[in-house]
C-alpha cells in the first residue's frame, strides 16, 4: 500500500453566496499522478489553492503526511513540500532561470550562484528536463518558463507537485515532453496533481482521477478502468455527445480577403509578418497557432484596431461583389461602409463587454449611437436583451444584471448573441469557448455553425487542436507573426498542426 | 518529510468577501458607521478634555442649524460643494481624476471678477452677469482642457498636470489683485457695491437662495445627462474600459476632451457664482478647498448626481460643526480637535464600505450565522 502524501477532509469554501467547494474529499498518495478533472468553475482551482495556501478553507481540514497541517499562507505550503504551478507564471523577466529559482529562498546556505545553478542542472537531468540555467526569462518560450516554474518547486524539496492546466499554452509535442518528465517524477516517488479538463490527457497520463462537479467532489476512478464517455458523465452530471457538428460548405464566394499584411509593436517587434489568407463564405476558417503568435493583431487588424505598416485588408460585399478596403479604417468607418462584421474578441469583460453595466446597456455598445437626438433609445436593447436571454438561454437574474456577475458560459452567450444579432456576413471569434463548460461550448459551436449555414464567413481563433480538426473546415497556422501553413481539417492531423505551429523561427513570444 | 511541523492555530481572523447586498442593509451599515463614529469621535474629545459629548454634539448641531441665518449659510455652503462636485463628476466618471477643480472655480471666478472690474456699471445688470457667466465658463473650460488635451494627445498624466494648474491660477489672481489694488493691501473691495451691476439679486428676500437654486437645475441637468444621454454613456464605457470603447468604435480622444471640457466649464459657472451670487470680489483663498472637499463628495457619492446632496450636506455640516467647536469660547477647545472628529467621521464612513463588501469571520463561527448569510 502507498502512503498518502496528502488528504484533504470535508473542505468547503465559499465566496458570498456562491460556494466554490462543499464537503470535498480528497486523497493523494506518494508516487503517483493524480488528474482532477472537472469542467471549468467547477472549483478544480480553488481546492488547489487552499493547499498552496493562497485561499484558507472556511470549513474542513488538511492532513499532510498524516498530520493536521494548517495552510495560511504560501510560506506555510512550501513548509509542507507543497509546489504550485500556476497557469500564469510568476517570473521575473530579466533574470536568468537561475536567479529566478533561487529568487527568495531563505535556507540559510551562502549567495553562489554557480553552486546554485549546477544544482538546477542535477535536478534537470535527474528529471529529463531540458534547460539552459544561465538564460534569461525573456528569451525562453512558454514551454521553457514552465519548466523553471517546475524546477523552482523542485529546488525548494517540494514532494507534491499541483500543475494547473499546465498543456493550456503548450504545442502537442511539449506536451508529450512534460508528461515523460512528470512519469519520471511519480517513479521518483513525488506525488502530481494535475488539473485539467482535456480527457485524452487525463487518460493518457494520469494513475487515478478525481472529478469534481459545481464544487462538489463526484468521485475518483483508477485511470485503467475508464473511458471518456464515462469521465464526461461524471463531470458533467448526464451522457453528453462529444462529436461536433460539421456541414458542407455551401455557396462558398470570397468575403474577405487579407494580402500581405504586416505590423510592428511599439517596441518594434514584428507582431504579423506578411499574412495573408482568405475567408470564404459559409465555412468556418480555423486560426490555430501558440498563444501570442499574432492571431490577436490579426483579428483587430480586420476589425479596424491595429494599424498596419503594410498589406491589404479587402471585402466582398455579397451579391454586388464590390470590393471595399478595410485598412487604415475605424470600427465606424468599417460599419459606416455597411460591412456586416461582427467580432466576439478574446477579452470578453475587458473589450467585448463592459462587465459592471447590465445586459440591456451591453447591448446598447453596439447601438446606442444610432437614432437622432443626444438622448439613449433603451426600448430596441432592451427587447434584444430579453430576446438572447430566451433563445440562448441565459441564466440570469433579470436583464438588469450587470454582466460581471453572470458565469463565464453566460457571459459569452451575450457576447455571441449581440454579435450575431448584427447579422454580420463575417463573424471573427477570439476563444470563444475559453473558460466555458462542455454544454455551453457546445452552444457557442452551434450558434457558429448555424452562422455558417446562413452564408456567413467564420473566423474561429482557437486553443484546442482537436476542437479545431472537428469544427473547422480550413485551418490556418500562424506562429511568430507568420502564416506557416493552411490545411484541410477534414484530413490533417493534430501532429501536423503542432509541428506548423512551432514552424517560425521566431518561436512564441509573451 | 521527516521534519515535524508543530499545528499552528486557525488564523484569529479571516475576511470572504460578500455576495450583493440590498440596498437597505448597506445604507443601514453606513448609518450605523456614521453614528458609531460621533460615538467614538465625541468619547475621544470627553477623555481628553472633559467635554461631554452631548455639548458636543450640540455645539455641532447649532453651528449649523442654531439659527435662521445659520440655516441659510449651511444650504449655500452645501450648494457650493454640491456645485463643484457636481463638475469633478463627469471627469471622474471616465477616470479622469481632475484634481484641478479648486483652479478652475477660481479661474472661472477671475474671469467673473475681470468683467466687472473693466465693465463697471456701463452696462444693464442682465447682460453684466451673461457676459460674466460666458466668461467664467470659457475660462473654465480652456483650464481644464488644457490637461483634456495633453491627456488625449499624448496620454500624460492629468493628476499632476491639473494639480499644477492651480498654483497658476492663485498666482494669476495674486497677480490681478496687486494691479487693481494700488494701495498693495492686497484686498479687493466688493466690486459695484453702491449699483449692484453684475450681483445676482436676492430672490424672496433671501441673498443665497438664487445660487441654492441653480446649483439644484445643475444637479437634475447632470443626473439626466450622466444617466439618459449617449454622451453620459459614451463616458462610462470610456470610464469602465478604453479597449471596449475602441472596440465599438467610440472616438475615445474626442469624448475625453469634451467631457473635461464640460467639467472646466461647470468649474468656471460655480466660479462665477461665487462672484456674482456671493463675493463680488476675489481673493486667492474664495473656492476655499472646496475643490479638493469635492473629490470626496463625489467619491462618498459613487458619482451619482442624486447622492451628491446627501454627501455635501453631511460634509458642510461636519466642516462646520468642527468650527463651531473650534470658536465656541465655553468649551476652551483646540481648533484641531473638530477637524478630529471630522476625520474620524469620514474614516468610518470610508471604512464601512469594507463591511459592505467583506464579511469578517472570527475563529470561533457561528455555523448558523453563516448559513443564514450564504
Not at chain 1, 47 to 58: E, H, K, R, S
Not at chain 1, 239 to 264: D, H, Q
Not at chain 1, 309 to 323: H, R, V
Not at chain 2, 232 to 260: D, F, H, M, P, Q
Amino acid at each position: 500500500m502507498k502512503k498518502i502524501a496528502i488528504e484533504l477532509k470535508n473542505i468547503t469554501k465559499r465566496f458570498g453566496a456562491v460556494t466554490a467547494n462543499r464537503d470535498v474529499c480528497l486523497t493523494v498518495y506518494n508516487g503517483e499522478i493524480l488528474s482532477l478533472l472537472g469542467e471549468n468553475g467547477s472549483g478544480k482551482t480553488t481546492l488547489m489553492n487552499m493547499i498552496a495556501g493562497i485561499y484558507y478553507p472556511d470549513e474542513g481540514s488538511i492532513f499532510i503526511n498524516g498530520n493536521e497541517a494548517i495552510i495560511s499562507s504560501p510560506k506555510d505550503s512550501f513548509k509542507y513540500g507543497i509546489g504550485m504551478i500556476h497557469q500564469h507564471f510568476k517570473l521575473v523577466n530579466v533574470f536568468s532561470a537561475t536567479e529566478n529559482i533561487i529568487l527568495g529562498l531563505d535556507d540559510g546556505s551562502s549567495f553562489d550562484l554557480e553552486k546554485s545553478a549546477k544544482k538546477v542542472k542535477e535536478i534537470a537531468d535527474k528529471y529529463g528536463f531540458d534547460i539552459d540555467p544561465a538564460k534569461k526569462i525573456y528569451e525562453m518560450s512558454v514551454s521553457e518558463k514552465q519548466t523553471v516554474e517546475i524546477i523552482k518547486d523542485l529546488y525548494r524539496g517540494a514532494d507534491i507537485l499541483i500543475l494547473d492546466e499546465p498543456t493550456a499554452v503548450l504545442t502537442p509535442q511539449e506536451s508529450d515532453k512534460l508528461f515523460a518528465v512528470l512519469r519520471r517524477m511519480r517513479d521518483d516517488g513525488k506525488a502530481i496533481i494535475i488539473i485539467t479538463h482535456k480527457l485524452h490527457e487525463v487518460l493518457s497520463l494520469s494513475d487515478r482521477v478525481s472529478v469534481l462537479r459545481k464544487g462538489e467532489y463526484i468521485g475518483t476512478v483508477n485511470t485503467a478502468e475508464t473511458n471518456e464517455s464515462e469521465l464526461t458523465e461524471m463531470m458533467v452530471g448526464e451522457k453528453t455527445a462529444l462529436n461536433i457538428y460539421r456541414g458542407e460548405p455551401k455557396n462558398s464566394e470570397l468575403r474577405l480577403s487579407v494580402k500581405n499584411i504586416s505590423c510592428k509593436s511599439r517596441e518594434g517587434v514584428k507582431l504579423l509578418d506578411n499574412v495573408s489568407f482568405e475567408a470564404m463564405s459559409g465555412e468556418i476558417l480555423g486560426i490555430a497557432g501558440i498563444a501570442g503568435s499574432g492571431q490577436r493583431e490579426l483579428l483587430e487588424a480586420i476589425a479596424g484596431l491595429q494599424s498596419l505598416d503594410s498589406g491589404e485588408i479587402t471585402y466582398y460585399t455579397p451579391e454586388t461583389n464590390m470590393e471595399e478596403n478595410l485598412r487604415d479604417k475605424t470600427p465606424m468607418q468599417i460599419r459606416e461602409l455597411g460591412v456586416r462584421l461582427s467580432f466576439v474578441p478574446e477579452d470578453r469583460l475587458g473589450m467585448g463587454l463592459v462587465g459592471n453595466m447590465d445586459i440591456i446597456d451591453n447591448m446598447m455598445l453596439r447601438s446606442y449611437s444610432k437614432g437622432k437626438g443626444v438622448f439613449l433609445q433603451r426600448k430596441e436593447p432592451k427587447d434584444l436583451a430579453e430576446k438572447i436571454i430566451e433563445q440562448l438561454k441565459v441564466v440570469t437574474p433579470n436583464a438588469n444584471t450587470p454582466v460581471r456577475r453572470l458565469s463565464g458560459g453566460n457571459v459569452q452567450k451575450v457576447l455571441v448573441g449581440r454579435e450575431i444579432a448584427a447579422a454580420p456576413t463575417v463573424l471573427m471569434a477570439a476563444y470563444p469557448v475559453r473558460g466555458l463548460d462542455i454544454n455551453a461550448s457546445y452552444a457557442i459551436y452551434d450558434l457558429l455553425n448555424q452562422q455558417k449555414e446562413s452564408g456567413v464567413a467564420v473566423i474561429f481563433v482557437g486553443e484546442d487542436l482537436d476542437v479545431l480538426i472537428e469544427l473547422c473546415d480550413r485551418i490556418v497556422v500562424i506562429g511568430g507573426g507568420q502564416i506557416t501553413g493552411t490545411v484541410d481539417a477534414r484530413c490533417a492531423t493534430k501532429e501536423e498542426i503542432g509541428l506548423l505551429m512551432t514552424k517560425s523561427n521566431g518561436g512564441a513570444k509573451e | 518529510m521527516s521534519n515535524q511541523i508543530k499545528a499552528s492555530h486557525e488564523p484569529l481572523i479571516h475576511v470572504t468577501k460578500r455576495d450583493a447586498m440590498v440596498w437597505w442593509k448597506s445604507w443601514l451599515i453606513r448609518i450605523i458607521a456614521v453614528i458609531a463614529a460621533m460615538m467614538v469621535g465625541t468619547a475621544f474629545t470627553w477623555i481628553l478634555t472633559g467635554v461631554s459629548p452631548i455639548e458636543i454634539v450640540k455645539t455641532m448641531f447649532e453651528g449649523s442649524f442654531g439659527t435662521e441665518r445659520k440655516i441659510w449659510i449651511f444650504l449655500k455652503d452645501s450648494a457650493m460643494l454640491l456645485g463643484i462636485s457636481l463638475a469633478v463628476t463627469p471627469a471622474f466618471k471616465m477616470r479622469f481624476w481632475n484634481t484641478g477643480a479648486e483652479g478652475q472655480v477660481l479661474i472661472g471666478a477671475l474671469a467673473s471678477v475681470t468683467c466687472m472690474f473693466y465693465l463697471g456699471d456701463k452696462l444693464s445688470n442682465v447682460v453684466t452677469l451673461l457676459i460674466m457667466l460666458a466668461a467664467s465658463i470659457v475660462a473654465g473650460a480652456i483650464w481644464a482642457g488644457v490637461a483634456g488635451f495633453f491627456k488625449a494627445k499624448w496620454n500624460t498624466n492629468e493628476t499632476l498636470f491639473t494639480l499644477m494648474m492651480n498654483y497658476v491660477a492663485m498666482q494669476l489672481v495674486a497677480f490681478c489683485i496687486m494691479k487693481w489694488v494700488p494701495s498693495g493691501s492686497m484686498v479687493l473691495s466688493p466690486l459695484n457695491s453702491t449699483t449692484q451691476t453684475g450681483w445676482l439679486p436676492s430672490v424672496f428676500g433671501q441673498k443665497y437662495l438664487l445660487n441654492i437654486a441653480i446649483v439644484l437645475v445643475i444637479t437634475v441637468i447632470m443626473f439626466v445627462y450622466l444617466k439618459f444621454s449617449k454622451h453620459g454613456y459614451e463616458i462610462s464605457v470610456v470610464g469602465e474600459s478604453e479597449n471596449t470603447a475602441r472596440y465599438i468604435g467610440i472616438n475615445v480622444k474626442k469624448v475625453i476632451l469634451r467631457t473635461v471640457i464640460i467639467s472646466g466649464a461647470l468649474c468656471g459657472i460655480m466660479g462665477w457664482l461665487y462672484v456674482a451670487g456671493l463675493d463680488h470680489s476675489i481673493e486667492t483663498g474664495t473656492v476655499g478647498g472646496n475643490g479638493f472637499t469635492a473629490i470626496m463628495v463625489s467619491w462618498l457619492a459613487k458619482f451619482h448626481p442624486l447622492f451628491m446632496v446627501v454627501a455635501s450636506l453631511l460634509i458642510c455640516f461636519l466642516q462646520i460643526g468642527s468650527g463651531a467647536l473650534a470658536s465656541n469660547p465655553s468649551l476652551k477647545l483646540n481648533s484641531s480637535l473638530g477637524d478630529i472628529i471630522t476625520g474620524i467621521i469620514i474614516l468610518f464612513i470610508i471604512g464601512s464600505e469594507f463591511f459592505i463588501r467583506y464579511k469578517v469571520n472570527f475563529r470561533k463561527k457561528h455555523k448558523e450565522e453563516a448559513n443564514k448569510n450564504a
